[in-house]
């Protein structure tokens, strides 16, 4: 199988695809007008990508792709609904670039609460202004709201703390229970979150649900000089409130995400929020370290080399999940060639579609058993039909949660 890789990966983790005995096609500077006649030329059968989008017409140039893995954790970049039309999957690398988001979202902090690039920028230029720059508030004690609770918040959680700061979060499926296990603040509501903190930081992915989530209502709700950290996703945060707030002296702002970024590594760039002062940015580099692409490349290899070994997806993220509905039909039968084809094509008769199914050999080679998920509980006359057959030892009928 080839693999075509759309962005820069660490030589390690080319050298362990090839390693896989896999034929690897490094094209760093593919985009995403380029990508479709490159998957056509290349007929290749997984594609691993960073930045560069998956458009609708790269899944209908690719005939032979059957994988398609996001060196990264977000997946907005790739038309999934495009994806799952063409059966193939989609899957990312979560959690593998945490520590090093994390360690930036620290920096900006500090750099906002000390305002160290001024003082950089000033000493620079000759100036020193250490009257100027000696009213810093400090962290100690200080409380710090995290919107999002996944890997790279409890990261920044971890070493917020050890600033001695004070930690909340709020998220829709953060209970109690997990808040306390790392000594964290649970807010039910993302305004309280907002009302009492000292700092927000952002660490949700972007999705209609989450467009704008932090707007002008948001940003008036959080305390007179509070700072605003967002190295999250582009969009989450609305860059034209958020100019506004920074300009009015509401608020201070770490950024290293926004909502029009260039799609090269050098480009120009122009934002509502360029030139506004108490606005501290970088370009999206929360996960450009050497560790995180390193832990990144060998996720993708174990992502690829477990879809080359047994055809399922590690991370997947365009499947529908396990069904809390529906009916298990559990066939154990001889292991012999057609007895599934017949159980198949039994169903087929009845109109009974197949939406999961798994087949598992006992030792010795002889017995198998195979559970089929269906939408509709099976007839009397398909049971019959099914348990007729010379093959088959047994047939047993399970409802999936409400029947």
């Known amino acids: 199988m080839l693999v075509l890789i759309a962005d820069k990966l660490p030589a390690a983790g080319l050298a362990d695809l090839r390693d896989l005995g896999l034929t690897v096609d490094s094209r760093p500077d593919l985009s995403a007008e380029t990508l479709p006649e490159a998957l056509r030329e290349t007929k290749a059968g997984a594609l691993v990508v960073r930045s560069t989008k998956v458009t609708a017409a790269a899944f209908d140039a690719a005939a032979g792709l059957g994988l398609v893995v996001r060196a990264g954790a977000g997946v907005n970049t790739i038309d999934l609904d495009a994806a799952s039309r063409h059966g193939v999957f989609v899957a990312n690398c979560p959690g593998r670039n945490a520590i090093a988001v994390a360690e930036l979202t620290m920096g900006l902090l500090l750099a906002m609460d000390r305002r160290i690039p001024d003082a950089v920028a000033d000493l620079r230029a000759g100036k020193w202004r250490k009257k100027h720059y000696g009213k810093a508030a400090g ?71 989450t467009k ?139 109109d009974t579609n197949v939406q999961e199914m798994q087949n598992v050999i006992f030792r010795g080679n002889e017995a198998a058993s195979a559970t089929i998920v269906v939408q509709r509980e099976p007839t009397d006359g398909l049971l019959t039909k099914l348990r007729a057959h010379e093959d088959i030892l047994s047939v047993e009928v399970r409802a999936i949660g409400p029947s």
Not at 177 to 205: N, T, W
Not at 262 to 290: C, K, M, R, W
Not at 326 to 334: A, D, F, K, N, T
């Open 139 to 209: 962290l100690l004690g200080r409380r710090l709201g995290l919107v999002g609770f996944g890997a790279i918040a409890q990261a920044v959680a971890a070493r917020a703390q050890a600033f001695g700061m004070e930690v909340g979060a709020y998220s829709r499926s953060l209970t109690e229970a997990r808040s306390s296990a790392f000594g964290v603040k649970a807010y039910a509501q993302l305004d309280d979150l907002l009302d009492e903190c000292d700092a927000i930081s952002v660490h949700v992915p972007y999705s209609a649900a």
């Open 212 to 350: 704008h989530l932090i707007g002008a209502a948001q940003l008036a709700r959080m305390k007179d000089g509070a700072m605003l950290l967002h190295t999250a996703r582009g969009g989450v945060v609305d860059d034209a409130a958020l100019r506004d707030a920074v300009s009015s002296g509401k608020v201070r702002a770490g950024l290293d995400v926004f909502e029009e970024e260039p799609a090269g590594g050098d480009a120009a760039f122009e934002t509502p929020l360029q030139n506004v002062e108490g606005i501290y940015g970088t370009p999206h580099i929360g996960a450009s370290t050497e560790q995180a692409q390193l832990a990144t490349a060998a996720e993708v290899v174990r992502i690829i080399g477990g879809y080359m070994d047994s055809g399922e997806v590690a991370n997947v993220v365009n499947v529908v999940p396990q069904r809390e509905t529906g009916w298990s039909i559990v066939v154990r039968h001889r292991d012999r060639v057609g007895v599934l084809a017949s159980v198949l094509q039994s169903l087929r008769e009845e």
